[in-house]
């Protein structure tokens, strides 16, 4: 093998890897940014979920998935799209309703889908992806593919029939799956202790017999040490585990909400425990990341979202002709025959 | 030369179409309550899992939606299950997944995620099962985009229907009505895959049309035999497929015959009869010499006494009647 040229004495390659979770982090809370803004001029339109304050969770997850494990994710799904990979002018370009969009214009914001990243979409049922990822687990297991299917749903789900049924489900079949519960502690308006008779969501998944645990969402190492764990055990199976991460919507629960029910003084709170900043001044604190570089790393970032709204705003519009195309897959069963 | 026939019932030809397609693809596996160890609530799997091993003939808890849901995320990931649900009343639990997963998929994903997957599920009424178990909403399901409904109601089309329905790049829901499964009869030893396509003319005639599908394809046909023996000539077309609807079989039955007559198991109002009734009148208007008739399910929730069951569902009388009416003669 020819002599490769060594990296530069000074890499670091826990610290490169840092910042690219940065990168990640910064992408998705930017480009959350940019949405609103642009809901606000009325380019992006139906409902808006953005998912800044929550950024550590799909980009703790998501770092330790491989190209062919698969994700299904919930209506607030930008951060996890991004986070696995999803170009951002496609997905932009979805905002807008645009041919190019990851879902060309059908799905929007709530259902954004990607094959080529196995990204197996923004289901907007609030717990209808836990049995499609049972699905794509029990696929796996009967194919013997070492693959891991991550599903991401938040807490309201927890209340579901199709949660439970879906861990019980997993458990008996011993399943590759990593249930990820985006415990942001409302749903919608009601919160946890408004909702459940026992608000430990990890000692509730327990209960079906697979290794749960909590972490703190907000702090991206821990997700991603967490999520390591559970992966590596269900990729030589360890069989379903669950990861409740504990987080917080910055924002409310979608641009129509006036956000009545949170006590004004808890979102300030919880604010201060933002996952982006935390990790940009710990780096920054023991000398892993300098202020040129973060600046750089921002300026990076918004260009990119530039050229993706750029990108959105020149792409064309599906033609009306094909309203009705891919209701139906072009072939029929007797041309299959 | 005729070929070979053999004899069978309805739930033994819809049994060796699970074995055929297990043996063809291995892709293929079954998957529902009680489809292994008790060998299917209507006896469709006896033996299979004895052939096959628990892995493909796959015995599930009481959770529809997670099973349905989890068939189409198999389907999705390469395989091509065959889900069973005990009843069409019970798919009602699954509703979620066979509505806003499998039939919108993909189109919400444009065009990325198909989703091949069969459902299949006993319908309707007729043995004493009461209200919640005897429904006929397969014209529910036939509302909505993205599915294939299919409703054999001949031994060649429970033979034949299962392995073209798995040969479908979509979600085809198959529709076994309760009634059938003893059907008794004889069909070509080498029967297999029919389309999925077309109406079938059961039974040709000329002074009207009976349109009908499934579990009333049997009592449609009595009554054409009893319209005969009166005189009247009546053609009977079943339906086989109800989306989508096969225009050009029935309308052109009608456009020849002047007269429909339309057998439903289903509720009257916003009824599948109505949807039927509708596009004839569309696309037939001028060729009608009597209004459409239907003959579907009293409104109630299916009782339990026989008299009021059998009150409540179309019978043979109810179909010579209507068909009377379209002549405009007294039966």
Redesign the interface.
């Known amino acids: 093998m020819a002599a490769r040229r060594r990296t530069p004495a000074k890499a670091d390659p826990a610290a490169e890897h840092e910042r690219e979770l940065l990168r990640t982090m910064l992408r998705i809370r930017r480009f959350e940014e940019a949405c609103a803004e642009l809901y606000s001029a009325t380019k992006i339109r139906g409902f808006l979920h953005l998912y800044v304050g929550e950024e550590a969770v799909a980009t703790g997850v998501m770092s330790v998935l491989e190209p062919d494990d698969?994700v299904?994710s919930t209506y607030r799904e930008h951060g996890h799209a991004l986070a696995r990979g999803v170009p951002m002018d496609a997905l932009m370009a979805e905002m807008f309703g645009r041919q190019t969009?990851?879902?060309?214009?059908?799905?929007g914001s709530m259902?954004l889908?990607?094959?080529d990243t196995r990204f197996?979409?923004g289901?907007a049922?609030v717990g209808?992806g836990?049995?499609?990822?049972?699905?794509?687990?029990?696929?796996?297991h009967?194919?013997g593919r070492p693959r891991v299917?991550a599903c991401f749903f938040g807490e309201g789900a927890a209340a579901e029939?199709?949660f439970h049924?879906?861990l019980?489900?997993a458990a008996?079949w011993h399943l590759p799956v990593l249930f990820v519960c985006e415990n942001n502690r409302y749903a919608m308006g009601t919160s946890l202790a408004h909702e459940h008779a026992r608000t430990d969501i990890a000692l509730r998944a327990s209960s079906y017999g697979m290794a749960a645990w909590a972490v703190d969402g907000m702090d991206v190492r821990a997700v991603e040490e967490s999520a390591r764990q559970a992966v590596e055990a269900i990729r030589h199976g360890g069989g379903p585990h669950f990861l409740e991460v504990r987080t917080y919507r910055f924002r409310a629960h979608s641009m129509y909400d006036p956000d009545r029910y949170r006590p004004k003084a808890e979102v300030a709170e919880e604010k201060t425990h933002d996952p982006v900043t935390a990790l940009a001044e710990l780096m920054t604190s023991e000398g892993r990341l300098t202020d040129r570089q973060l600046a750089t790393l921002e300026k990076e970032v918004a260009a990119e979202i530039a050229a993706a709204v750029e990108h959105a705003e020149q792409a064309p519009l599906e033609p009306v002709e094909d309203l009705t195309?891919?209701?139906?897959?072009d072939?029929?069963?007797?041309e299959?025959? | 030369m005729t070929a070979t026939m053999v004899k069978t019932t309805y739930r033994e030809a819809l049994r060796e179409a699970i074995r055929e397609a297990l043996q063809r693809d291995e892709r293929v596996f079954l998957m529902g309550e009680d489809v292994g160890a008790y060998g299917g609530c209507f006896g469709v799997s006896l033996g299979l899992l004895e052939d096959f091993g628990p892995e493909r003939i796959r015995d599930t808890p009481l959770s529809e939606s997670a099973f349905v849901g989890a068939g189409i995320g198999a389907a999705i990931g390469g395989l091509r299950p065959i889900v069973e649900v005990m009843t069409v009343n019970f798919s009602l639990l699954a509703l979620d997944q066979i509505m806003n997963t499998a039939a919108s998929l993909q189109h919400m994903s444009g065009g990325q995620y198909a989703v091949p997957l069969v459902i299949r599920m006993t319908t309707g009424a007729g043995r004493q099962l009461a209200a919640q178990h005897s429904h006929s909403l397969e014209g529910w399901y036939a509302h909505i985009p993205g599915l294939r409904i299919v409703t054999p109601a001949t031994l060649e089309d429970a033979r034949g229907m299962l392995w073209t329905a798995l040969e479908d790049p979509d979600p085809v829901l198959v529709f076994e009505h309760g009634s059938l499964y003893n059907l008794a009869g004889e069909i070509a030893a080498d029967a297999g895959p029919v389309d999925l396509d077309h109406a079938a003319v059961r039974r040709p005639g000329d002074d009207l049309t009976l349109i009908t599908y499934g579990g009333t394809l049997g009592r449609t046909l009595e009554a054409a035999e009893e319209l005969a023996g009166a005189g009247v000539s009546a053609e009977v077309v079943d339906l086989r497929t109800l989306r989508p609807l096969d225009d050009a079989t029935y309308l052109g039955s009608v456009t020849r015959t002047h007269r429909a007559v339309i057998v439903d198991e289903g509720w009257r109002s916003g009824s599948l009869s109505a949807e039927l009734s509708a596009r004839i009148t569309e696309q037939a208007f001028y060729d009608l010499d009597a209004p459409v008739e239907r003959v579907c399910t009293e409104e109630v929730p299916i009782p339990y006494a026989q008299h009021l069951e059998e009150e409540a569902l179309p019978q043979v009388r109810d179909i010579v009647a209507a068909a009377h009416r379209t002549l405009g003669e007294q039966p």
């Open positions: 698969a299904v969009g990851c879902s060309r214009g059908r799905g259902h889908f990607h094959a197996v979409g289901n049922i209808g836990l049995p499609l990822a049972v699905g794509l687990g029990l696929a796996d009967l194919a299917t029939g199709e049924e879906s019980n489900l008996l195309r891919f209701v139906h897959s072939r029929t069963p007797a299959v025959t």
